[in-house]
């Protein structure tokens, strides 16, 4: 341990007891990373650990005009901007484009947990791909008493949601091209101490199995090398009875997800016609675990903010699921 702040740990190692492993993990800014290739971690988004949020506003519009559009720093306030704005814009001075409103993330989570008729008790839930936070927040807040870990392999993002759990959001948001307008405000938000974060890989859970009364995953499918895993993966973490909370656009990329990985969109000869919802369910149907469909909804409207005059909008596939109870 390098520094702590009452009794948390802001910076340290944490190391791997086991002989075979000896394994070390950072813990930065009081977020532990536990991935199993660090320096890939760090040659995909090392980048993050060393972005500062401290730089007068003036200055840092000076940098981004010299970095240029498209360059690491651009890719990282827009990334900012577009998360932290849908999280948190709520709660903060209001920059929506005519029609558009933060919180798509949030109302998908909570429109999920009324598919699923998740009760307000259970002790833990993991929140995969949780972006800026938020929605670990809102399983917070529905599950009256349950500690509930947000999970992501962005740092930065991470960071932001540490902030806001502490009782501060900070963000830049993108207004046009390189001009950015940045946020700095207070926040409370319910259940904030039962909240943590760490930087894990989704395919790569050190969590015990069965260990979860509920495993949320939003617009996380298609954005991971191998969606199959995580499904198993999110089956495995899952108690019986429990609820796994799934939604995705199937929007597909190769530089995410190879074209022979993707739940459809592809191979239209086969049986499910290239059909993703069908090709999902089946999967669902084998999987050992398995996961049993309690509520869906085929188009959930998810808006995105890319700029004060642009925005995208999704339509995600929602799945609540459930581990039957073994016989």
């Known amino acids: 341990m390098e520094a702590e702040q009452d009794r948390d740990i802001e910076f340290g190692t944490l190391h791997c007891p086991s002989p075979a492993c000896q394994c070390e993990y950072p813990i930065v800014d009081f977020i532990p990373v536990i991935v199993p290739d660090l320096a890939a971690l760090m040659a995909q988004r090392g980048v993050d650990f060393f972005a500062r949020a401290d730089l007068p506003a003036s200055v840092e519009s000076l940098l981004g005009d010299a970095l240029g559009p498209d360059g690491w720093f651009d890719v990282l306030r827009q990334g900012f901007s577009t998360y932290g704005w849908d999280a948190y814009g709520d709660l903060g001075p209001d920059h929506s484009p005519v029609g558009l409103q933060p919180g798509a993330a949030r109302r998908c989570l ?43 392999t962005n740092f930065g993002l991470l960071r932001m949601a540490r902030g806001a759990a502490a009782g501060r959001v900070r963000y830049p948001l993108r207004r046009i091209g ?150």
């Open 110 to 152: 909570e429109r999920l947990l009324a598919l699923g008729e998740v009760p307000a008790g259970g002790s833990r839930a993991v929140d995969l791909g949780c972006g800026g936070g938020r929605t670990s927040f809102a399983l917070a807040a529905h599950m009256k008493d349950a500690l509930v870990l947000g999970v992501d």
């Open 178 to 327: 390189l001009v950015y307008d940045r946020q700095d405000f207070a926040v409370s938000l319910t259940g904030a101490g039962r909240v943590d974060f760490w930087v894990m890989d989704a395919l790569a859970l050190p969590l015990p199995p069965a260990s979860m009364d509920v495993v949320a995953a939003l617009n996380l499918l298609d954005c991971v090398a191998d969606p199959h895993q995580l499904l198993t993966a999110m089956a495995g973490l899952l108690r019986p009875a429990g609820r796994a909370l799934l939604a995705t656009p199937f929007d597909w990329s190769v530089r995410a997800t190879r074209v022979d990985n993707w739940i459809g969109g592809h191979s239209q000869r086969a049986d499910h016609a290239g059909g993703a919802e069908v090709f999902l369910r089946s999967l669902l149907a084998q999987m050992a675990p398995g996961l049993r469909v309690v509520g869906s909804e085929h188009e959930f409207a998810w808006q995105t903010r890319l700029h004060a005059r642009s925005s995208v909008q999704y339509l995600a596939y929602l799945l609540a699921l459930t581990r039957p109870q073994p016989p």
